[in-house]
C-alpha cells in the first residue's frame, strides 16, 4: 500500500451527517450491542456451568458467541464513540488493526459455521452414532483447525492488497474500515480479490448445506424429514443471515459501484446479527431455556438465603 505509507490517520465518513439521525443510530447501536453482549455471554456461560450443555452442538455454539462477541466488539464501539464525540478520525494502525481482526474472526466464523453443519450432518444422519463421532477430542480439533484456517485465510488477499495502488484520499466513506470501502480507494483492479473473498466464503459452508439439504430429502417419510430440518432449524437461519449478507456484499461485480447498501449490510453482520443469533438459538432450544430457567431459580435461591443470613 505504498501511497498510504505516508497517512498517519484516516477520515470514516459514518453513516450520515444528520444529527437526529446519528442520536437514533447511536441509540440503536448501543441497545443492539448492549443486547449482543449479554446474550452471546449469557450463552457462554450456560454451558460453562450446566452439566445438561456439554454435548458437541453446545460446544460449538459456545466458541460460536465467543466469536460474536469479539467481531462486534472491533467494530461497534469504536463507531459509537465516533459518534458520540464527533471524532471521525482513526489512525492508520488502528484502521490497519480493525480490519485485520475483522478479516480473522469473521473468517474464523465462517469455518465454526461449517464445523456446526457437520455436527449437524452426524446429527441427522448418523444419530446412533453421534456421541461416538462427535465427542471432546473430534469437538477440540474441529474448533482448533477453524482457528488455523482463520488465520491462513488471511494472508492471500493480504498479500494481493499488498500490490494494489491506492488514491491519495485518506477520506474512507464507512464507519468502519471495511474491505470493500478500502477497495473503493484503489486505482487499481480489485476483481480478483473480491472473487477470492467470494470463492472462500461459498466454500466454507454453502456446499455443506448442499450435501446435507440433498440428505434430508432422500429420507423415505415425511416424518424424518421434519424431524431433520427442525434439528437444524435454528443454525440454518443463523447460516442464511450471515451467509446472505456477506455474498450480497461481495457478489456485485465491483466494490467501486456502491458502498451505501454495503454500510447498511455491515451494520446488519457486525451489530444486528450477533444480537439475533443468541436468541434464534436459544428461543428455539427447550434445553438451554430450561437451563436458563434453573439458573436464574438457583441466583434467586441464594440472593434469598444470603438476605436470610443478614437478617438472622
Not at 448501543?30 to 456439554?54: A, E, P, Q, W
Not at 424429514?225 to 450471515?242: D, E, N, P, Q
Request: glycine share 2%; net charge positive.
Amino acid at each position: 500500500m505504498r501511497n498510504h505509507m505516508s497517512l498517519s490517520t484516516f477520515i470514516l465518513l459514518g453513516l450520515t451527517d444528520d444529527p437526529q439521525m446519528q442520536l437514533l443510530i447511536f441509540l440503536f447501536l448501543f441497545v443492539s450491542y448492549m443486547l449482543s453482549i449479554t446474550g452471546n455471554m449469557t450463552i457462554i456461560i450456560l454451558t460453562l456451568v450446566d452439566s445438561r450443555l456439554k454435548t458437541a452442538m453446545y460446544f460449538f455454539l459456545k466458541h460460536f458467541s465467543f466469536l460474536e462477541t469479539f467481531f462486534t466488539t472491533v467494530c461497534i464501539p469504536r463507531f459509537l464513540y465516533s459518534l458520540s464525540t464527533g471524532d471521525k478520525t482513526i489512525s492508520y494502525n488502528a484502521c490497519v488493526a480493525q480490519l485485520f481482526f475483522v478479516i480473522l474472526f469473521g473468517a474464523t466464523e465462517f469455518f465454526l459455521l461449517a464445523a456446526m453443519s457437520y455436527d449437524r450432518y452426524v446429527a441427522i444422519c448418523k444419530p446412533l452414532h453421534y456421541a461416538t463421532i462427535m465427542n471432546s477430542r473430534v469437538c477440540g480439533w474441529l474448533v482448533s483447525c477453524c482457528w488455523i484456517a482463520g488465520w491462513l485465510v488471511i494472508f492471500p488477499p493480504l498479500c494481493l492488497g499488498l500490490n494494489l495502488e491506492f488514491c491519495d484520499s485518506n477520506i474512507i466513506d464507512h464507519f468502519a474500515c471495511d474491505a470493500s470501502s478500502l477497495l473503493k480507494k484503489s486505482c487499481s483492479d480489485t476483481q480478483l480479490i473480491e472473487q477470492l473473498v467470494l470463492a472462500l466464503a461459498v466454500l466454507t459452508d454453502i456446499m455443506s448445506y448442499t450435501y446435507i439439504i440433498k440428505t434430508i430429502i432422500n429420507f423415505p417419510s415425511a416424518q424424518q424429514k421434519m424431524k431433520a430440518f427442525s434439528t437444524c432449524s435454528s443454525h440454518l437461519i443463523v447460516v442464511s443471515i450471515t451467509y446472505g449478507s456477506c455474498i450480497f456484499i461481495y457478489v456485485k461485480p465491483s466494490a467501486k459501484d456502491d458502498v451505501a447498501i454495503n454500510k447498511c449490510v455491515s451494520v446488519l453482520t457486525t451489530s444486528v446479527s450477533p444480537m439475533l443469533n443468541p436468541f434464534i438459538y436459544t428461543l428455539r432450544n427447550k434445553q438451554v431455556k430450561q437451563t436458563f430457567t434453573d439458573l436464574i431459580r438457583r441466583m434467586s435461591l441464594i440472593s434469598k438465603q444470603q438476605r436470610t443470613l443478614k437478617a438472622t
